[in-house]
């Protein structure tokens, strides 16, 4: 068995060279793995699945392209939650919760986007559950996607003016909350994304277990064309140097 990992690509309509790179990948991955997770952050925003433009034609068709012979899974995160069930039956992909758990080799492996370890950061954690909750999305869908725009950069201008007001710390993953997560799902290993910070770490448990923690490496903040790999032999990070 072999499954790619990749999160945090941030693509957009205004991101060319990254995209043509993922369609890349898709056309040397299609066939040759068993399945493909999208880890949140795949998207740099989504408005909804009516939305509809050049860039998300072009990559409704490679995603179809690809799903018809691989299996491709797709997790949303804090920029593109509002991915749905339309454009993911359209891409023929298949939407997974936070925290799913897939068997590598006999081992448990959680995979999220990663968001949901950063809880010191309580004005995020806030914020997205009440973005996020079902009432929420049932009103953002039914608004016109031009006020939803408006919304988007609103948000983004928000955002960028508090980068930067808190320490760092507060925006990184807490191995604590991560090992009630381990603990809850049994895990053996975590793959995730978010932080931009890709790497291998370890957690270390109260019964003296070593569990390993894969970082997904971004392409924002490092070169794109990252991901993870996984087979029945090992884990490794793919980074471009």
């Known amino acids: 068995m072999k499954f790619i990992f990749i ?17 890349k990948l898709l056309q040397d991955w299609c066939g040759s793995i068993d399945a493909l997770y999208l880890l949140g952050d795949f998207f740099d925003y989504w408005l909804g699945d009516d939305d509809d433009n050049e860039f998300i034609r072009e990559m409704r068709y490679n995603l179809q392209r690809f799903s018809s012979v691989t299996k491709l899974y797709f997790r949303g995160g804090n920029h593109d939650f509002g991915v ?14 936070d925290m799913h758990v897939v068997e590598i080799a006999g081992k448990r492996v959680l995979l999220s986007h990663g968001d949901t370890f ?3 950061d309580l004005g995020y954690q806030k914020m997205k559950k009440i973005l996020q909750h079902p009432i929420t999305m049932f009103i953002l869908r039914n608004i016109p996607l031009s006020l939803r725009y408006k919304l988007k950069e609103k948000l983004e201008k928000k955002s960028h003016a508090q980068t930067g007001s808190k320490p760092d710390y507060i925006y990184q993953v807490v191995d604590d909350s991560i090992k009630e997560y381990i603990i809850r ?42 991901y993870i790999i996984a087979d029945d032999a090992q884990i490794i990070i793919h980074q471009t140097a």
């Open 84 to 97: 749905g069930k339309a454009f993911a039956k359209e891409c023929g992909m298949q939407l997974i919760s």
């Open 185 to 226: 799902y049994q895990a053996d290993a975590v793959i995730h994304g978010h932080t931009h910070r890709p790497g291998y770490y370890s957690i270390q448990l109260e019964d003296g277990r070593v569990v390993p923690r894969y970082e997904i490496p971004d392409w924002e903040d490092n070169l794109p064309g990252g």
């Open 7 to 23: 999160s945090d690509l941030h693509l957009s309509p205004q991101t060319t060279e990254k995209n043509q790179l993922f369609y």
């Open 118 to 120: 950063c809880t010191l």
